[in-house]
């Protein structure tokens, strides 16, 4: 029905920067709030960022004034840039988004399959 892909996780050093993607396809009629979560090893998953059908963003106190979250509603696209990247950054990404499907004419919650970030020297 509907897939979220992530792109553009990888291997960065501290202070580098990387922007992820996330588009939204399958039987869409419109989106929600989209956002970033993460998970590192041993620790449970964690609000990174959202952003409103709107564009109204929060975010995370450890990433705030270094990640800017943003979208393009036209794409059903939502993309992170992170950047001062720490290596208590690394974890794997996840893209979230709250999608009104046309086949069931409902709101459904849906994640991506998660795209690595290691920050490393």
């Known amino acids: 029905q509907v897939q979220l892909v992530e792109s553009g996780g990888g291997l960065v050093q501290p202070g580098g920067s990387l922007r992820l993607s996330c588009a939204a396809s399958g039987s869409i009629v419109s989106i929600n709030a989209m956002g970033w979560y993460r998970q590192a090893p041993g620790k449970q998953r964690e609000l990174v960022a959202t952003i409103s059908s709107g564009g109204t963003t929060n975010y995370a106190d450890s990433v705030k004034g270094r990640f800017t979250i943003s979208r393009d509603n036209a794409k059903n696209t939502v993309y992170l840039q992170m950047n001062s990247l720490k290596p208590e950054d690394t974890a794997v990404y996840y893209c979230?988004?709250?999608?009104?499907?046309?086949?069931?004419?409902?709101?459904?919650?849906?994640w991506g399959q998660g795209t690595q970030v290691t920050v490393s020297s």
């Open positions: 979230n988004g709250d999608i009104w499907v046309r086949s069931i004419s409902g709101h459904v919650n849906f």
